[in-house]
């Protein structure tokens, strides 16, 4: 038997008697032990945090999902099986990194969401024989169940594409072949997540407040996830998927995937989304900004609006429950397996560095993705030197918020956006960790490069800083500043509903609104000032076509929601998944001492994205032994 995650108690046991690798061969509720499971109050709260359990949870190192796409990379001896998946190590006999029927990690592993699913259904059905909770109670409950039942399908149909609709358990007496589901066409089960999402909003509160249950489930997060499945629905890969899924038929020779775009869904998309941005604002959601005093070594510089950006940025992500999160993770890990360990520079002054890893490095790519001080790719911005951006030159005294004035760097990490300096540390520039302010030097031998030929080291020559915390420190992992993770901020609400509108109307001032409050926070210029200014914009008006601010907002979210698990999903769904992850990562010469050495780009590690067949993951080859009426994906 799988074993079982976090709150799992002797009930979760009883109830679910064997294997679970394959979801339909699990033994129908044993009347008896669930009437148990449903007497007391205290009792049906272990089987609410039991559905809750299965919530993947993307601040364990060797588990999360944030680490999927091209956005990082690790030496060879630390890879996490996301890595693997991205250089082509995905199976069928035992797939990586899977929803389906699960996977184990160091740390925490992923149980399979059938059986999430299951533990819903059983809470569902038998919340209402509690004795001693009222009504109202017991509706929010079931509420809560139905609407992580809605996600675990979201979740599944995200990777997998067209999946069984399970909305009951099965009953005692079912036979083999009603337990041997079949895949639905992919609309049915987007209109099937949608309208049990609107069953649970009904009976959720409007925002849950109190210290001891952030991070359960309210309305505001219902109608947040709404607007993401809503967008995800009106997305290329499940919209008018023509070319990748023709032959994709089900056992009645009818297609899984519509073939015909339908623009309504983006129409939708924009409507749910901005219901769920509305919402938000009137329960008090709003764009964080950085109220309180600095740290002690910013003292003297915070009268700048450059460093007050920089603190805006750095805890809208690391500050719990701040104001623009949605959703956070209400159970962060609690143990040396936290994504902060592999992120955190080590301090060789430190009596203890064992929770500091310092090997999660950024690739080269996404240090050209962050724009220029101006707002604009540094491909298209005129003021940029592009052709010069890997050239060595010395860092002037005009630059000393972010790097260190009189030391060597590449062209590439000066005169951009404060979100580059917020979320990527590079040689000679500025970290703040330890409760103190450093100047990296990253080259081999030196303060923080590669020491002697040691497996902790910043492969790319990057490190992360977005994810972790100023004051978090490494001498061990209780000193490791936990925070909520953010499953879903408001930035990403209003990219959601700048994306929907543009592709279901065109450009239009409420677009640009939309776009703005992101980049204002961000501290660069509106998309109107920075795109209409021919003197710095190589494609002036660009954002006055839908296809121009199509690729403006694509980059917007792929900059603002960085490193926070987006990408990889959103490049599968605009379908341009085969463009970018499949090339080779990129990084600098770590290996090397000289400053001329150490700024040669160099390639650290491959990426492989087989198209179509990797835009949905495989289903494990036991299951569909178990059950034949299942259908692979195609290609696996």
């Given amino acids: 038997m799988k074993k079982y995650l976090l709150v ?48 993947p949870q993307n601040d364990a190192l060797y588990a999360s999902f944030a680490l999927l796409s091209d956005e990082i990379t690790t030496p060879f001896a630390k890879e996490p099986n996301s890595i693997k998946l991205m250089k082509g190590e995905q199976t069928t006999d035992n797939p990586l990194m899977g929803f389906w029927s699960g996977y184990g990690a160091a740390g925490r592993g992923q149980g399979s969401l059938w059986e999430g699913i299951r533990s819903c259904n059983l809470l569902i059905n038998n919340i209402d024989s509690v004795i001693d909770m009222n009504q109202e109670e017991k509706n929010a409950w079931a509420a809560e169940a139905k609407l992580l039942k809605a996600y675990f399908h ?59 249950d952030l991070g359960r489930l309210d309305k505001i997060i219902a109608y947040a996830i709404k607007s993401r499945v809503s967008l995800y629905a009106a997305s290329p890969l499940f919209n008018g998927n023509n070319d990748f899924y023709s032959d994709f038929v089900n056992h009645e020779g009818n297609p899984f995937f519509n073939l015909v775009e339908d623009v309504t869904k983006w129409e939708r998309a924009a409507t749910i989304t901005k219901q769920a941005i509305e919402e938000a604002i009137e329960q008090g959601a709003g764009m964080y900004n950085y109220m309180e005093s600095p740290r002690v070594y910013d003292t003297n510089n915070f009268q700048d ?37 592999g992120a955190l520079m080590k301090d060789p002054t430190a009596s203890s560095v064992e929770a500091a890893w310092q090997w999660i490095s950024p690739t080269l790519r996404m240090a050209e993705l962050y724009y220029t001080r101006n707002g604009l790719p540094i491909s298209e911005d005129l003021s940029f030197n592009f052709s010069g951006r890997y050239d060595l030159l010395t860092v002037p005294p005009d630059r000393k918020s972010y790097a260190k004035p009189g030391l060597k760097t590449a062209y590439l ?105 992101v980049r204002e926070r961000a501290g660069i210029l509106t998309v109107e000032e920075a795109w209409s200014n021919t003197f710095i914009a190589k494609t002036p008006n660009k954002h006055t076509t839908k296809e121009g601010l199509r690729e403006i907002i694509q980059q917007e979210r792929l900059i603002e929601l960085s490193f926070e698990g987006h990408r990889y999903d959103d490049l599968r769904r605009w379908k341009l998944a085969e463009e970018y992850l499949n090339s080779p990562v990129y990084g600098w010469s770590v290996d090397e001492t000289s400053e001329s050495g150490y700024y040669q780009i160099k390639e650290v590690g491959p990426r492989s994205f087989s198209s179509p067949r990797d835009y949905l993951h495989p289903i494990k080859t036991s299951e569909l032994t178990t059950n034949p009426n299942l259908i692979q994906n195609p290609g696996w």
């Fill in 8 to 55: 799992y108690t002797v009930f979760c046991f009883t109830i679910c008697a064997t294997s679970c690798n394959d979801y339909l061969d699990i033994v129908p509720d044993r009347t008896q032990e669930v009437s148990l499971m449903f007497q007391r109050k205290d009792a049906a709260y272990t089987a609410l945090a039991t559905c809750y359990s299965y919530l």
């Fill in 154 to 212: 979201f979740l599944l149909l995200k990777n997998y594409g067209p999946i069984p609709i399970v909305d009951v358990n099965a009953s005692i007496d079912a036979s083999d072949n009603d337990l041997r589901l079949y895949r639905e066409q992919i609309d049915q089960v987007f209109e099937y997540i949608l309208l049990t999402i609107d069953e649970a909003i009904v009976h959720l509160p409007n925002r849950v407040m109190a210290t001891n």
């Fill in 305 to 341: 609006s450059f460093y007050r950006t920089l603190y805006d940025l750095k805890f809208s992500i690391v500050e719990k429950w701040n104001s623009e999160l949605i959703w956070g993770d209400s159970h962060p890990v609690n143990s040396w397996w936290q994504l902060q360990s």
């Fill in 413 to 517: 990490h000066l005169d951009r956006e404060p979100r580059f300096y917020s979320s990527i540390g590079f040689d000679t520039g500025e970290y703040r960790g330890w409760g103190e302010l450093w100047t990296l030097r990253m080259r081999k031998g030196q303060t923080h490069g590669r020491i002697a030929q040691t497996s902790d080291y910043l492969i790319t020559g990057y490190a992360l800083k977005k994810l972790v915390h100023p004051d978090s420190e490494g001498e061990g992992y209780e000193k490791l500043v936990r925070y909520s993770w953010p499953n879903i901020r408001l930035a990403e609400l209003y990219l959601n509903f700048a994306e929907a509108m543009n592709e279901a109307y065109g450009p239009s001032q409420e677009v640009f609104d939309a776009i703005n409050k």
